[in-house]
């Protein structure tokens, strides 16, 4: 699966600021810059979920719902990247089910290994996306979050 990149220009001046904050400064402001805009995105993701309407013995209700997670870093590179993306289960978790129950992890109705039938469709069922219009929908509403949040920031960091 592939990565999407926002790629937001005509911001010279946020950068030249952080630049002079000094690396400490700017990558928390960026974290947190980061941050607010992946949680935009992770929000409307567990927005568009399908949700069973009925538990049933081998899945939950929400499952999927409540495994989409987000998470900032700073790479190697220097830049701040944030991920949204369906957290499985441990591999511990996984082995606890299967211990206990003999049964494979395929009937564990924590286990959201399902999402990317959901997401992609399969031969047999036709695909119910719900991370991909989440991005698309609110990439606009993400990049305005991180804006702002980075300019507060700056202008408070500058202000110290």
Do not use: C
Not at 88 to 111: C, E, R, V
């Amino acid at each position: 699966m592939g990565s999407v990149t926002v790629k937001v220009s005509g911001l010279k001046e946020l950068q030249k600021a952080m630049g002079e904050l000094g690396r400490k400064a700017s990558n928390r402001i960026a974290v947190k810059a980061m941050r607010k805009g992946g949680a935009i995105v992770r929000d409307k993701a567990r927005a568009n979920a399908p949700v069973l309407t009925e538990n049933v013995p081998h899945r939950k209700a929400g499952t999927v719902k409540k495994a989409i997670s987000s998470r900032t870093k700073i790479g190697r590179n220097g830049k701040t990247n944030t991920y949204v993306w369906v957290k499985g289960l441990s591999t511990k978790q996984i082995l606890k089910f299967k211990g206990k129950t003999g049964k494979s992890g395929a009937f564990n109705p924590k286990d959201p290994f399902y999402w990317r039938f959901l997401e992609f469709g399969t031969s047999k069922m036709p695909a119910k996306p719900f991370m991909r219009p989440a991005f698309e929908q609110s990439k606009q509403q993400a990049a305005k979050a991180i804006i702002d949040t980075l300019r507060t920031e700056i202008l408070k960091e500058g202000n110290k």
